[in-house]
């Protein structure tokens, strides 16, 4: 049941992120996003080349989790994105708030799931290889 719910969660997260940065392309090169966007959000990206960044980002960890392909290393890059997707509309854009907050509980479970994975960066000092 665990392993099912695990694939479901990362199925979940990565069409969020996959779906999150094609949408934020779309943004980009000015066509209407598909998805609504939040304007306090876009209102952040000061210089064009941040959201390119960050959408190219979820696109390609949103591949990753899709793939089930290094999912230690998407989780990592996504942690950031994560945070400051819910602190973002925790504190700014409330109108997304729940979606930010599943988000956030389905990335955390997947951060549990994968910790064995996490275990070497906790140490306070590095074992010899």
Known sequence: MA????????LFVGLVFL?????GYFFIFGFEP????????????EFDYLLIVEKS???????????????????AVLAPIVANIFLLHLFLDQSMLLLATVLLAA?????????RSFKRLLEKKPSPS
């Not at 392993?3 to 990362?10: G, N, Q």
């Not at 598909?34 to 990206?45: D, H």
């Open 19 to 23: 779906a999150a940065g094609v949408n």
């Open 34 to 45: 598909f998805i609504e966007t939040s304007p306090e959000a876009m209102a952040l990206f």
């Open 3 to 10: 392993k099912r719910l695990m694939h479901v969660t990362r």
């Open 57 to 75: 980002l979820e696109i390609l960890c949103g591949l990753l989790l899709l793939a089930n392909r290094f999912l230690p290393l998407a989780l």
């Open 107 to 115: 990335y955390g479970y997947l951060l549990y799931y994968s910790r």
